[in-house]
C-alpha cells in the first residue's frame, strides 16, 4: 500500500486524545526515569498531547530543554496549551521523516509511535542522529500480537481485533515491532541494547481495571470506523464487539496484559 494508506491510517482520532492524556512518564514511559536529571536534553518524538513531555520536562527542571514533535496540528495545539508554566519545554508540529534541525539531545526518546510507521527504520535512523555522543536513544513499543486476557474475550472482539492487526499490517504496520526493535538498533551501530519488558498489566481488583481494560473498545469507537469505510469489518460487528467486550469487562474479565518492550542503547 502507498505512503499515503499509512500516513492516514495512523493519524489519532481527535477523540483520542483523552487515551493520551491518562499518561505521565511514571506510568507511560518508565524506563526513561533513571535517567533523567536536572538540565538534560531530550527530544519527544511522536509525542501527542504532551502528558509524557510534561513529566519529562519537570523531571529535568528549569535549567533542562524538552523539545516533543508530533505531525497532529490538534495535539500539538492541546500540548501547547497545557504547557505554559514550563519554559523549558517547547513543541513543534513535525513529521520524524521530515524534521530538520541541528541540535542534538542527551535523550531522544519515542514512545507507542513506530508501531505506526510503516518506515520504522527510517525513522529509528533519524532519531539516532539526533542523539548527542554518549547520550541515549530509549524506544518503548508494542507486540499487538502477544497481547492476553484472562480469559479469552468474547468472539465478536477477537474478530474485530484480527481486523484491526490486518488493517494494520496491509498499511505496512509492524504489529510485533517491540520485538523487532533490537536488531533495528544492531544495525544502526548501536553495541550495549538493554530489552526490558514494559507490559501494562491490569488486573480486575484493580480500580483502574475497567478504563484500562477499555482500550480495545476504544479502539473499536476511535478507530473502528476507519475500518469500517476500508472494508475490514463491518459496522455491525464493530458494534457488537464494544458491546461483547463492555460486558465481558463487567462480568468475567480477570485481567489484560498489553505487551510493550523498552529498548534502549548509549550512542
Ligand atoms: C499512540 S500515540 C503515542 C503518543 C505518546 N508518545 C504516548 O506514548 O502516549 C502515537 C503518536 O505518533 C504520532 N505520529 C504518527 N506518525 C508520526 C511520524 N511520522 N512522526 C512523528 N510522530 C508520528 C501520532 O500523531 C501520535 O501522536
Redesign the pocket.
Known amino acids: 500500500m502507498s505512503d499515503q494508506t499509512a500516513t492516514t491510517r495512523?493519524?489519532?482520532p481527535k477523540a483520542a486524545n483523552p487515551i493520551?492524556e491518562r499518561?505521565t512518564v511514571e506510568n507511560?514511559?518508565r524506563n526513561l526515569l533513571k535517567h533523567l536529571k536536572p538540565g538534560l536534553s531530550v527530544l519527544?518524538?511522536?509525542?501527542?498531547s504532551g502528558?509524557?513531555t510534561r513529566g519529562i520536562a519537570e523531571l529535568v527542571g528549569a535549567e533542562g530543554r524538552v523539545l516533543g514533535?508530533?505531525?497532529?496540528g490538534n495535539?500539538i495545539a492541546q500540548a501547547r496549551q497545557h504547557s505554559e508554566a514550563l519554559p523549558q519545554l517547547d513543541f513543534q508540529q513535525?513529521?520524524?521523516?521530515g524534521f530538520e534541525t541541528t541540535e542534538q539531545f542527551d535523550i531522544v526518546t519515542c514512545?507507542?509511535?513506530l508501531q505506526?510507521?510503516a518506515k520504522p527504520e527510517e525513522?529509528l535512523a533519524r532519531m539516532a542522529k539526533l542523539v548527542k555522543p554518549g547520550g541515549f536513544l530509549a524506544v518503548?513499543d508494542y507486540n499487538h500480537e502477544k497481547v492476553e486476557w484472562t480469559p479469552e474475550p468474547p468472539e465478536a472482539m477477537k474478530k474485530f481485533y484480527g481486523a484491526f492487526l490486518k488493517w494494520r499490517e496491509e498499511a505496512g504496520f509492524d504489529n510485533a515491532i517491540a520485538d523487532h526493535l533490537k536488531d533495528q538498533f544492531l544495525k544502526l551501530g548501536f553495541e550495549k541494547i538493554t530489552v526490558e519488558p514494559q507490559f501494562e498489566i491490569s488486573v480486575k481488583s484493580e480500580p483502574t481495571f475497567a478504563t484500562a481494560s477499555r482500550i480495545w473498545s476504544e479502539v473499536a469507537e476511535l478507530r473502528g470506523p476507519q475500518l469500517v469505510k476500508d472494508g475490514y469489518v463491518s459496522e455491525e460487528d464493530r458494534l457488537a464487539a464494544i458491546e461483547a467486550y463492555d460486558q465481558w469487562i463487567a462480568t468475567t474479565g480477570e485481567s489484560m496484559r498489553l505487551y510493550l518492550l523498552a529498548v534502549e542503547a548509549k550512542k
Not at 513535525?94 to 521523516?97: G, L
Request: with cysteine; net charge negative.
Open positions: 495512523a493519524e489519532m493520551l499518561r507511560g514511559n519527544d518524538v511522536g509525542c501527542g502528558a509524557i514533535i508530533d505531525p497532529s495535539l513535525a513529521d520524524i521523516y514512545a507507542r509511535v505506526w510507521l525513522a518503548l
